[in-house]
């Protein structure tokens, strides 16, 4: 978390899970102009090798890091008068795809968490976006789950793994800031981008049998070529 007085810069790190991280933050920083909510982590795989604890790790890091946020950051806004709230979903939390689904879950959580705020925030002069990205070229497209986790019996697919499949080449970061700092700017309620994205998330909405028939192709190929099938 990085925040910016007149003083200068200070950079404090936090654990988004654990309440009183949030609470020493604020305290050494007052309450900010804009919150970021994008910590997260992904697991990919067959969703029948999670255990509970992957469960419950990814939930409490995607859904519950919001929380704890809005818990200690939404009142204070919400008191001032003023303040943006950008929390960071994903595509995935507009249209679901295969072998994501503890991701998925998550994510489709937080932009009903999103939406269901905004509306109520307005009254209150503080704005609420929900960034829905399409693949973006950072760190978590290369990690495997936790490795304090247990083991799964697949071999863990990362999120490049399963864009290259697919021939998605994910956006590079500076483009998607840009793009979301513009629509943030304009107080878009949800911002999809780069454009494939907004597109997958158009055609979800025109024809929910289209996407789920490509969904069951995309869950087939990857199931073959890169869990080995038979799982």
Known sequence: MLTTDIEGEFDHRLDVRHQDDWQRVLSDTGVPDFLFANAGISMGGPTQELTRAHWDRIIDVNLNGVVNGLLEVYPAMVERGSGHIVITASGAGLAAPPFV???AATKHAVVGLGLGLRSEAALHGVRVSILCPGAVDTPILDRSPPSDLPN???KPVTARQYLSLLNQKPVSADRFARLALDRIARDQAIICVP???KS???????SPSLVARVSKLIAQRVDHHLLGGGN
């Open 101 to 103: 689904t503890a991701y």
């Open 152 to 154: 799964t019996r697949s």
């Open 195 to 197: 454009v494939a994205a």
């Open 200 to 206: 997958l998330w158009y055609l979800h909405r025109l």
